[in-house]
């Protein structure tokens, strides 16, 4: 894991959250940590249990220099589809810094952005440098908590469990009571149901 990508610059990691779900809205993070910054307790989110994930997100508010937050909800999504909405979040996320950064370290293959600040697109990003996967650990974590409160208003479909996520016992959920206002539209559910 690299702690920057080009050295003297100020670098932002970013990424998000929620791309691959049924419900609720896709969340994207931008982080920037000091240069040296390395811990082992950072790493791709996918790859920390729940109780990690908080103890990295700790860790990262308290040592990075900057981070924010930034969610499009269902009908954005629906309107500009998933992939633009990622996109779109990640670059707001990028406004909202306080610090304007002069590299972004996008974790993926493709960006678009209106922002005037050059970028790299790194694929699996989030397992090569810190500020990507503190990108990627703030990202999951405030969405997963999004999710948890959502769900207390329509618990049938499980969001606490599932965040979302396409899981069988969500799509039943689906096929038992329809969609509730969290959902994405635009996304193939009618094909993805009719094969469950």
Known sequence: MKSFHTEGLIEAGCDEAGRGCLAGPVFAASVILPPDFSDDLIADSKKLSHN?????RELILKYAKDWA???????VIDEVNILNAS???MEKSVGKLKITPELLLIDGNRFRTKLKIPYKCIIKGDDKFYS???????????RDEYMVKISEEYPVYKWEKNKGYPTKEHQRAILEHGFSPYHRKSFHLKSQLSLF
């Open 69 to 75: 937050v930034y969610q499009l909800d269902n009908k």
């Open 52 to 56: 990690k994930r908080l103890k990295a």
């Open 132 to 142: 990507i996967a503190a990108a990627s650990i703030l990202a999951k974590t405030f």
């Open 87 to 89: 996109f779109l979040a």
